[in-house]
């Protein structure tokens, strides 16, 4: 059994500690905001955070986690900056497929959390291992200005 | 996409514009087809459906008339419920081009709704009740859907309104003509009373389908064609609460991956699955034709238990070359003359008193689709000897044949509970339901619960149904005047309509339709024109990808009419408009973008502009591109304009977001994207080497749309064609070099 705190509420698995944290929360956990886009480290679907730093679930073996690990995915974000960012994310309409956007938005919140006046060359930066097949890229910049502006007033 | 097959099937098509027109567009219709459907549904909700008749569907006997309460067959369009939403049900699937909102848009503009009241859901599959007038089956594809949908949901909308509004004048006891509908509020001034859609549902339900319903003029609409109007999926796809097939949990369920040859045409020769069968949670290993599945309690398991499979593989049939070595053949092929596309004039006798000829070769490489969400489904045997698939279904119709035929069911017995999908760019509609198809076959050898099955990345990678690999080579001639004197073309690529069921209809003399599309037919006056085309066969898979021919059509005809430009020492944009005289709406979004791209004005050293226009779909873009090449040679794309005209624009953001989505996936593709062989062996295996777009490279884009009220058509893959030949003309500009191989990165230019 292995013990794993996510979005608050401590869980038990029987899984191999080297099964990545994404299968946890997908297939253990049945948590399914967090996306499988390529599984290995390349697209950033699966990004949750792990103690608030951006971590690509698929290379995140469970077993690897520190003991008392906070893991918080998209479905668990909540605070100023998360409202924020998801509250620009729906005021610009920047979905297409959406596939992309939890890990897009967890990186996003991230971003935000360190750096509430980001410049473009910050965006490309933090933003740059999130892949969006849809290329949404124009209105998920906007959208990080647009929370980092609503986080700064 | 398919947009032949819409030429082949023609839409019998509704011309009205004025409130006394639209009458006339339901008289045109037999009223024996005009068969709105009705049921007064358990929930007690006026449900309405309006359908056109379709050639294509009435040949398979399309069910007529009312059908009521005692036939469950949800065959509907608008659900009015007495919580007092409407939910349009949405035949096509939405993979992020935003039908579903645009549909539920068409409906509530008749409706009067309010927008907040609107919900969308997927219908279920059945080709009879929800088939693409354009495909005869339901489907989703060539920028259809709207055009597809507009008609009968305008037609779906108003007779739910007229209902509403009968019923609330036999309540208060007013005229009708006195009662008035907006915002989902049903009202009557004189007497200060107001009801909402919900409180009158269940009783409207009852009346009878009016058969003449009056549609709005655009001049009236107050939501169809206006900003501000929320996609029906942004919040669910910003809280991870959006379900994609990919989420799908049925109980008992488990999860397959299968092992495919990695040479196309490949098949098993043996197979050791010991290892395979010792790893925890791996439940069974299923030799089949379609490969070794491995079947296991959750998805880590099953990847870790088909790494531990040793297969031989028969490669006898496979394709052993490389892409180089493809590539060879293809210049072999045409240094020979193919199958006829199109030929008008004398060719050889104008080129022979030509002024100018220019000579380009260009080479596109294969391409995956690669969509965000990997391709999967879920299949569930059922008792009737049918199934229940959950999928990202994007050719309801095939897939419900090919299923019939794997299970030996009767394809109503499949059915389909399609999801919102993660992308697909063309990838999730084939001839054959390929990965569906895989997925039913593994459920039905298993037998025993549910089956996931889950391509990985790499096997989407490696897996083919690519964008073929096309080799052109253009002579072109122009002279003093800027006039093309003389134009041919010689095309080589493989058919992927060859072998399918859609062959007779796209195969006309040898020509596929859709590897020419753009070049045979293309805008520009030639007096003597000669396009042919070879389409050599290979294993390697191949399949439309988002705007199919236009994709390398449209590129090699607008890279090469910038070279003709310089020849004739014209301008790029001035050469165009001189030849598009009698092409309005192509020279109208011509000069829309170059205007707002301050074509013409200085750009500082490095910099220049590039321009391309197309039509494709029946939709007419135009991109202006600025271009930044450093001293390096590396490309930077900094702003985009676009000027697109769709006829009557139905959500201005939907268009806006796939204007800006398709020219960064035109231009990423071009910059680095693509697909190659060694002995038959695709070299790429994930996004570390099929190397997607990525934000640093996005470039600014500005969208402009065309105000107009023509017949809307589609606007997903339109924006695709004349992104890179954009950028391609502003490298020419700046280099002098006109790039011919793509990608970019091939030339050392990223
Ligand atoms: S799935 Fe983890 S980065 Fe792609
Ligand atoms: S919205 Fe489709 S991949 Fe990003």
Redesign the pocket.
Known sequence: MIRITVNGQERQVDVPEDMPLLWVLRDELNMTGTKFGCGIAQCGACTVHVDGAPTRACQTPVGSLAAGAKVTTIEGASGKVAEAVRAAWQKLDV???????SG?IMSAIALVSSNTNPTDADIDAAMDGN????A?YVRIRAAIKDAAQSVRA | MLHHLLRQAALPVATDSTPTGVTGALRELAPSRRNFLKTAAATGALVVGARLPSPALAAGGAPAGIVGPADPRPHLFVIIAPDNTVTVLAKHLDK?QGIVTGLATIVAEELDADWAQMRGAFAPADSKLYGNHFFGIQGTGGSTAIANSWDELRMAGAAARAMLVATAAARWNVPVGEVTVAKGVVSHAASKRSVAFGELAQDAAKLPIPQNVALKAAKDYTLIGKPGLHRLDHIS?TDGSAVFAMDIRRPGQVTAVLARSPRFGGTVKSVDDKAARAVSGVIDVLTLPVGVAVIAKNTWTAIKGREALKITWDDSKAETRGTDQMLADYRKLADQPGAVAANSGDVAKAFASAAKVVESEFVFPYLAHAP?EPLNATVALNADGGCTIWAGSQFQGVEQMVVAHVLGCKPEQVKIETQWA??SFGRRATTNADYIAEAAIIAKAYGKAPVHLVWTREDDIQGGRYRPLFLHRIKAAVDANGAISAWQQRIVGQSFMAGTPFEKMMIKNGVDATSVEGASDMAYPVSNLAVDLHSPPSPVTTLWWRSVGHTHTAYAKEVMIDQLAKAAGKDPVAFRLALLKDHPRLANVLKLAADKAGWGQPLPKGKARGVAVHESFNTYVAHVAEVTVNDKGHVTVDRVVVAVDCGQVVNPDVVTAQMEGATGWGIGHALRGEITLTDGVVDQTNFDGFLPLRMSDMPKVEVHLVDSHERPTGAGEPGVPTSAPAVANAVFALTGKPVQTLPFSRGGMV
Do not use: S
Not at chain 1, 95 to 101: L, P, R
């Open positions: 979905v297409q497929c959406g596939y992309c956007q897009q892949v969006c097949r849809c949404t | 992020g796809k965000m993660g992308g």
